[in-house]
């Protein structure tokens, strides 16, 4: 499960830093506050559920409307607490 969570917010970010012309770094730093959280996804490190979920609640609410939201990844809309 985790693998596939990790997959998910690859994808997000590939997609929004390529939908912008930024880099991921930079995609991080104001998705979670971490620059360096890419590197974490491609490791064998874990994450937890709180930060998939406040990820992608950033990306859900900051998508850019130009571009398709991927269709393998669930959008959730709700931040964790």
Do not use: C
């Amino acid at each position: 499960m985790e693998t596939e969570l990790k997959r998910h917010l690859l994808t997000l970010v590939e997609a929004y830093a390529g939908a912008l012309g930024i880099g991921v770094t930079t995609v991080w730093r104001q998705a979670i506050n971490d620059p360096a959280f890419q590197e974490r996804l491609r490791s064998e490190n874990t994450i937890t559920l709180r930060t998939y979920d406040r990820a992608v609640a950033w990306f859900a609410e900051n998508w850019p409307e130009t571009s398709a939201w991927p269709a393998e990844v669930p959008r959730r809309i709700e931040r964790a607490a």
